[in-house]
């Protein structure tokens, strides 16, 4: 297999904390600084979201525009994806970043149950942050966490309410979605080459589940993410001292499979997106 494999990283997220571990990047001046580590290690996706001083999530646009203009300028060509996800923030307010134009959002087409709350992607709102993305020329990055949520995808992409194309990722192991099992995997896998073969894929692995599920996706011709924000440690009795070594780990496997790592300019082929400014 000789396929270029994309490496997402995900920085921050919205739930790890320098109580967790001390590495993850939380004011702007981190986040750039560890973006920029784990894109010479190979990352050609930044997939972010912001914090507030406190730690606490922010879906302040000012801070993603800081964000963006810090990442533009250290690490070239790379790909920004702003999260859209429902930890930071209520309703409207979580695609309040969409009008600076990243080059993708994350998007999540259905509701789901997490550890402790319950994950609320209302059908009216999933049409809104769909409608911003296609006016801004934004590609959704679908992050499903259940089989309804990869059906409603593929449904939105025909009927056109998805700008760009298909790209699905499968998020394993969130207690009370979906498990990171094998077979379930293989089985997504399958059906979304059945019924939108010309979909692109990515696979992110929760906690521990995080080099086992982005060993199956390089290995099955995917794409993958690690990162902080899924899973704050190398093992049990070590902390990931950065998002660069999660990626370096990730850019391991794929020597081990035979497949190069995309750089940036790839990455943006193989997904259909605009040359970088």
């Avoid at 963006?68 to 702003?82: A, D, L, S």
């Avoid at 998805?162 to 969130?174: E, I, K, P, W």
Wanted: proline share 7%.
């Amino acid at each position: 297999m000789s396929d270029p494999c994309i490496l997402c990283v995900a920085i921050t997220g919205s739930v790890p904390t320098k109580a967790a571990n001390p590495a993850v990047p939380v004011t702007i001046s981190e986040q750039v600084e560890s973006t920029h580590e784990a894109f010479e290690a190979g990352a050609s996706i930044c997939h972010a979201h912001v914090r507030n001083a406190d730690e606490t999530p922010s879906s302040d646009p000012d801070k993603f525009a800081a964000l963006k203009e810090g990442v533009e300028k250290h690490c070239p060509g790379m790909i920004i994806q702003f999260s859209t996800g429902g930890r930071s923030g209520a309703g409207k307010e979580r695609g309040g970043m969409l009008p600076l134009r990243p080059d993708m959002a994350s998007l999540s087409v259905g509701s789901n149950n997490f550890p402790t709350r319950v994950y609320e992607n209302p059908p009216d709102l999933v049409a809104w942050l769909s409608g911003e993305m296609r006016t801004y020329e934004v590609v959704p990055e679908i992050e499903a966490f259940d089989l309804s949520h990869v059906l409603h995808a593929i449904r939105l992409h025909k009927e056109g309410a998805l700008y760009g194309r298909l790209y699905v990722q499968f998020v394993m192991g969130v207690k009370n979605a979906m498990p990171a099992d094998r077979e379930i995997f293989d089985f997504y896998v399958s059906t979304l080459r059945k019924r939108a073969p010309g979909a692109a894929w990515c696979a992110a692995g929760i906690g521990p589940a995080q080099i086992e599920v982005n060993e199956w996706a390089i290995a099955a011709g995917g794409h993958t993410r690690a990162g902080l924000e899924d899973n704050v440690r190398l093992d049990r009795d070590h902390l990931a001292p950065s998002n660069a070594a999660l990626i370096r780990r990730a850019a391991a496997l794929c020597e081990k499979y035979g497949r190069p790592v995309a750089t940036p300019a790839e990455a943006r082929k193989i997904l259909g997106l605009r040359r970088a400014a």
